[in-house]
């Protein structure tokens, strides 16, 4: 006999998750150790997203070194909150969730905060994470990169976001943040060819979307089809589960290359 499925209610239970894990912590500890409660916060996220990762990948945090020519100094990235590498590549070191490699096998990374308010803020954040991801695609043009908060006190921020995105990007792509989740419910998607549905044209672009409880889930299944080898059409409604997929949820758009901030 069938058994009976609900997929959309089984994704937002992947956000309901993280959520009710951040929640525990924080009435543990109240609100005086941040260090803490943000080392947690990370920590949920990447137990997480390897629960639904292609094993071949370890999900840790860590830093990206870079070697140096005769003449010019060795230097490291900051230590980086998720940093996702397939385990068939070498590590230069690496002890329990701790990675260090070089940055051709860097195949994913995430900056992770408890909370973000106002365009300095998301800007900060996004402009350090663009610097990071630009000096690994130098090496690694497919590495993908993305910013994950959990909480927000500004009411519809996805146009704030994509401003900041199209600025701290300046127009090359080797800049370009691949997926921003805030909160339950804000999501934004770097389209590199252009949404096909979109009417935009093949340029990159950013959309940003209202994902009632989804935009958590939307975030980690986005790192999980970067990450794996092959999907399907016929099986995308297991991982993108709105009826009629996401595109009828849109918000607003930003493209790469100059313009503002549109409605769709």
Not at 118 to 125: I, L
Request: net charge negative; with cysteine; charged share 20%.
């Amino acid at each position: 006999m069938p058994i009976n499925q609900d997929l959309l209610a089984y994704h937002r239970s992947i956000g309901d998750e993280l959520n009710i894990s951040e929640k525990r912590i924080r009435n543990l500890i109240g609100s005086s150790h941040w260090l803490t409660d943000g080392e947690h916060k990370e920590s949920i996220l990447r137990k997480v997203i390897a629960e639904f990762c292609p094993e071949i990948f370890r999900i840790g945090t860590g830093f990206v070194c870079y070697p140096a020519a005769l003449d010019e100094q060795e230097i490291s990235s900051t230590q980086l909150d998720i940093l996702v590498t397939s385990k068939t590549n070498p590590t230069l070191y690496k002890s329990g969730e701790l990675h260090f490699v070089t940055p051709e096998y860097a195949s994913a990374v995430v900056e992770v905060k408890s909370r973000l308010n106002g365009a300095a803020e998301f800007r900060n954040v996004l402009r350090k994470l663009s610097l990071e991801v630009r000096k690994i695609r130098d090496y690694n043009p497919n590495c993908w990169a993305g910013l994950f908060v959990y909480n927000t006190e500004m009411i519809n921020p996805d146009s704030v976001i994509l401003r900041v995105l199209q600025e701290i990007t300046n127009e090359d792509p080797l800049c370009a943040i691949n997926s921003v989740c805030v909160g339950k419910s804000t999501f934004v998607r770097y389209w590199g060819n252009g949404q096909p549905n979109s009417d935009l044209g093949d340029f990159p672009t950013w959309h940003s979307y209202e994902l009632e409880n989804l935009a958590q889930a939307y975030f980690i299944n986005n790192i999980v089809s970067h990450l794996s080898e092959s999907s399907s059409e016929h099986t995308s409604n297991a991982w993108f589960p709105i009826e009629g997929s996401k595109e009828l949820h849109r918000l607003n758009y930003v493209y790469l290359s100059g313009g503002n901030v549109e409605r769709f």
